[in-house]
Structure formats: C-alpha cells, structure tokens
C-alpha cells in the first residue's frame, strides 16, 4: 500500500525508511532539499528567484527553525528525508541519514520542486514513464544553458530526461504545464546535442534508459541543478538530499497552480 | 499611438512622463517597484516567496546595482519610473519623480507582478474592464487574509476589484490563469464581507468604480500588498512606485507562463 507523506517522514525520523523516492507517496509533491547558513541564504534565494525552472521554491524555512511549515507543518528537515549529503567548502564530506547532530542556528532550509511529482498525472494519462518501468532512477544531464547567476551562485541548468513519442510529447507539454512548481513543461526535445549533452547513455546523474524506435528525448530541468550551484559557490557547509531521496510534502502535486 | 515599453522609461529619465501606466505599452508585464537596503532585502525575498499571489517576483537587481537586468536590460530603476515614494521608518515622507540623489550602494530592487498586465488580455476577450471604462485607477481595498510573514514583514492582503457578469467571471479564470506573475487568479468573487471589506464604494487606494446589476465584484491580489508590509515592517529606509505608477518591463504580459 502507498504510504501517506507523513508516514514517510515518520519511517525517516525511525530510521526504517532507506529508500528513493520516485514514486512513493503519490500524488504529493516532493522536494529537493537545501540548507545554508544564513550568510548565504539571501544570494542562494535570489539565484532560485532568477532561475524558475530549475529551481522553483516550495518553502523557505525561518532561520534556524527546521520546520517548513509552508508545505509540511510539524515536519522536522533534520530527520524527516532517508538520505543527506553533507557538503564543505564545496566538497561531498558524507552521506548520512540524519542531521541532527550538526544543525546550526543559522541554518536556512530551501525546499526545491522535484519532477517526480509530475510522474504520476503522466502515468494517469497513459504515457509511459521509462525509468520507473526499469526500475531505475531518472537519467540527468548537464547542459551547456548557462543559469543566470546571483551572487557566488552559478551553474549549467542540469536536466532530467525522459524518452516520448511524439503524441506523447504533446500530451506531457500539456500536462506538465500544470506543473509549474515541479519544473513544468519541458525546456528542450530532440537533439541532445543542441543543449550540449553529447552521449545519452552516460548521464552525470542516475541511470540511462532504454529509448525505443521512434521516440524523442525529452527534458526538463532539474533541482540537482541547486547542487552543482553549491559545488561552485563552496560555502562553508551546505547539506541536501541525496539525489533521489527527496522530502515529501503534504501538497498536492497541482497545489501551486493557478 | 501606444509606447514602447523603453520609449516610456525614456521618456520618464527626461522628466516628461508624469502619467498613471494603466493601458500604457499594452501587452507588456509592468511591476511594482520596492527597493530596501541589503540587511533588510532576505527577509523581503521570503516574504514575497511564502506569498506568491500578492507578491509574485520578476526581478530581484544586484545589490547596489539599479539595473533589472531580467526583465529590462540597460532601465535604471533611480530614474526609470514615472513617480516613487520615499519611506522612512514605515512613514511615507516625499514624492519624488527620480531617486538618483538618494540611491544607496546597499540597495537592493525587487519587482513584483502587477495585475494592469491582464487587463489588455481581459479586453482582448471582449471582456468590460470598468476602472478603464471610467477613466479611474482600480480600486484596491485590504481584506482580512493574512499574509504568512518573514521576519519582520507581514501585511493583510491587498485586493483588487473589478466588476465582472456570470459568464465573465468564467472567462476572466480561465485568461488570468495564464499571468501567474500578474497575479493569476482571482482569490474570492461574491460577497465582500467574507474577506473583510466592508464598503465597496469606499477603496483603501485607488478610486471606487460602477457595479452594474447582475455584475459580482472579483477580487485579485495586489502587489500594494507589499507596500503595507514596508509600512509594519518599519525600515530606516524604503522606496516603492508610487501607487498606479509602475515600472514598465520590456517582457510580455504572458513571459513567465509555463
């Protein structure tokens, strides 16, 4: 049975929950997780503004207060996500499944749209969703599309790949549109090579898939981009979710559209 | 003949535009202007994005830097408005048509959608615009929803008015669903009451319009929203457009729509 978001959460807080995300809790969005000392919080704030597409905010936490009370009241980002990637001075330092231990006063929490919300009202329509059939984590990507920097934070827009056919394509380009705070629609179709990914079958984050005769890449942007903004702009200490560990909030997928 | 939106800040660094922006470069997003020094400016940015209907950002400028390079690249936010107000400590205390003597290195400029950008869209659908119709600035009034605070800034939400028929009401959803940087949506129609307003022919800004029989007043979020969090939130110094003299942007009206 499908568990509820809080109760993915509550597994987390236990230490019983060890997952991926994709496709768990269904129907609520969920989010890439970021935490910064307040010194850098108002340059990442602004990059996020500046870049929509890659990085659309759900919530930004009270500093030092771990709730995000916007789209998870009573949820704790200290404990409440199954993996968290402890970042200094721009280098992955360890991976760990709570970080309660080193939470600071100053800390900012930045919760990040995910693609995976919009997975399942693709499914609901009948387009079939590859990774997830190969039970693999979604393929990414970095291009060469320039973000539009803010302060020390910059970075090539990463993207998540997903292969269609070409009714399919119009369908999820309707679809997604709903979506504008899980990435909407996509940014790019066809030719890899236009947005500077030169070999499908190598992605820089998750796994490649299977494309069929027939069918056309296509790609969105993606929140990973928010760590290799991180991995530029080396704060002192920064922590996230480990890719494909996500938080899931209490919103429906199709809450912020309006 | 109707002005580009650069021939209209032009015309303004000249000191010869002195006019309301309503109806002006038609088809462009035009914005409310807030400019607070640095130490203010994060928790100004949560603010706006705990309250995206009111407070939907377009641009945040490099501190110190009085160019919006994202929505107009080259404009000069000291001088490129028809008129500003100047805030000291939450007390308005001067109207000025340029703000080049006061300007600040520790200045930051935020942008926020406004909802004149959907009026043309609105006409376009044969859809009666009544403030327009009457030659009158929209009629704005404070509700009793609260905006989630940050920090020191909170504010009751700003609404804007405009009287629409049944089958209008219907189309006006579905074309302002398409401008969720200029509001989006409307947030209530009917009774006045249930959000706190009282007296429809006595506005809070702006200047009370005709509701004709049959016609149900509909309510937008206002970007005046985010001048009555500058007034609670008290700053040694803030300056805004002045109220119906916006900032003009060189983006069309449904750029930011995904």
């Known amino acids: 049975m499908d568990l509820s978001p809080a109760e993915v959460r509550y597994q987390c807080r236990q230490g019983t929950f060890h997952f991926p995300t994709p496709g768990i809790a269904s129907g609520f969005l969920q989010a890439n997780l970021v935490i910064l000392p307040k010194k850098m919080a108002f340059d990442f704030l602004v990059f996020c503004t500046r870049n929509p597409k890659p990085c659309p905010l ?51 929490g930045f919760l990040v749209g995910c693609s995976f919300s919009f997975e ?6 009948g387009i079939p969703v590859r990774h997830l059939q190969e039970g693999k984590n979604v393929p990414m990507y970095k291009t060469n599309i320039a973000c ?15 292969p269609l056919s070409p009714s399919d394509v119009i369908r999820a380009v309707q679809i997604t549109s709903r979506f504008s705070k899980a990435h909407g629609t996509p940014i790019h179709f066809g030719s890899p090579e236009e947005i500077g ?17 027939g069918e056309i ?9 928010t760590q ?8 002192e200490i920064a922590i996230t979710h480990a890719p494909g560990y996500m938080f899931v909030t209490d919103v429906k997928d199709d809450y912020f559209t309006w």
Chains 1, 2 share one sequence.
Request: proline share 7%.
């Open 217 to 225: 890449p296509v790609f969105w942007a993606c929140g990973v981009t």
């Open 120 to 125: 399942a009202a693709l499914m609901d329509a």
């Open 58 to 108: 759900l919530d930004v936490t009270e500093v030092g207060n771990p709730e995000p009370e916007i789209v998870a009241s009573g949820a704790d980002l200290r404990t409440d996500l199954p993996r968290y990637h402890i970042f200094r001075h721009g280098e992955l330092q360890q991976e760990v499944a709570d970080i309660s231990h080193i939470w600071q006063d100053d800390f900012v």
């Open 228 to 235: 290799i903004a991180i991995l530029q702009a080396k704060p």
């Open 197 to 213: 990914i030169t070999n499908l079958d190598a992605p820089d984050f998750g796994e490649a898939v299977t494309i069929a005769e």
């Open 148 to 162: 539009k920097t803010a302060g020390d934070f910059s970075a090539p827009m990463v993207v998540s790949m997903r």
